[in-house]
């Protein structure tokens, strides 16, 4: 079956960076995108982009800068965010997702990881 | 940015209510909008895709319609389990939009 398990949570100082893993199985895994979706505490969902698991070519939602990066190791299936320069209102939790695509409905997010809750306070 | 604007914030109902959630688009997006279940301290789960198409495994309870760029999210009879917070989607273009999100409660 098809699972995306996130790596575990924790807790980083202002300034440090972070590297969330994000491991798929169950399905081919260049054959769908791998998106990436954030949940500040209490608060709603934002959708911080995607990477293309074929070429390995990122996007990036205009909120969310160059300290953001999305990578991919396709040997062992897996996607990762790194962010660096972390502040505080970096807090939240970090889920990746399946992207299904289809042009009759666009990207559908039709998995999800468990998520990764990042806290960063000094 | 399309922006998803979703109503009720929040609602409260009893077990076997028939709820209806409220999705509007700031612009067209033909029937490219997704709905997703939260429940808290959980993933999302994938509920119904191209504003009307049911995700499969999904109870037939639950269904979804348009009309222009509002959109609709009708559970026809709560069950215990559907008690959670509830988000539109649009996936017509980039940047992927979600609503604010409407928190459905016990009565």
């Known amino acids: 079956q098809v699972q995306l398990v996130q790596s575990g949570s924790g807790l980083k100082r202002p300034g440090a960076s972070v590297k969330v893993s994000c491991k798929s199985s169950?399905?081919?895994?260049?054959?769908?995108?791998l998106h990436w979706v954030r949940q500040a505490p209490g608060q709603g969902l934002e959708w911080m982009g995607w990477?293309?698991?074929?070429?390995?070519?990122?996007t990036y939602a205009q909120g969310f800068p160059g300290r953001f990066v999305f990578s991919l190791d396709t040997s062992v299936s897996r996607a990762y965010l790194q962010i660096s320069g972390l502040r505080p209102e970096d807090t939240a939790v970090y889920y990746c997702?399946?992207?299904?695509?289809?042009?009759?409905?666009?990207?559908?997010?039709?998995?999800w990881g468990q998520g990764t809750l990042v806290t960063v306070s000094s | 940015d399309i922006q998803m604007t979703q109503s009720p914030s929040s609602l409260s109902a009893s077990v076997g209510d028939r709820v209806t959630i409220t999705c509007r688009a700031s612009?067209?997006?033909?029937?490219?909008l997704n709905w997703y279940q939260q429940k808290p301290g959980k993933a999302p789960k994938f509920l119904i895709y191209?504003?009307?198409s049911l995700q499969s495994g999904v109870p037939s309870r639950f269904s979804g319609s348009r009309s222009g760029t509002d959109f609709t999210l009708t559970i026809s009879s709560l069950q215990p389990e559907d008690f959670a917070t509830y988000y539109c989607?649009?996936?017509?273009?980039?940047?992927?939009?979600f609503g604010q999100g409407t928190r459905l409660e016990i009565k």
């Open positions: 997702a399946r992207g299904l695509y289809d042009s009759l409905t666009g990207f559908l997010f039709d998995y």
């Open positions: 169950g399905y081919t895994f260049n054959n769908f995108g």
């Open positions: 990477i293309n698991t074929y070429t390995g070519n990122p």
């Open positions: 612009q067209s997006i033909s029937s490219y």
């Open positions: 191209a504003a009307s």
């Open positions: 989607q649009q996936s017509y273009s980039i940047p992927y939009t």
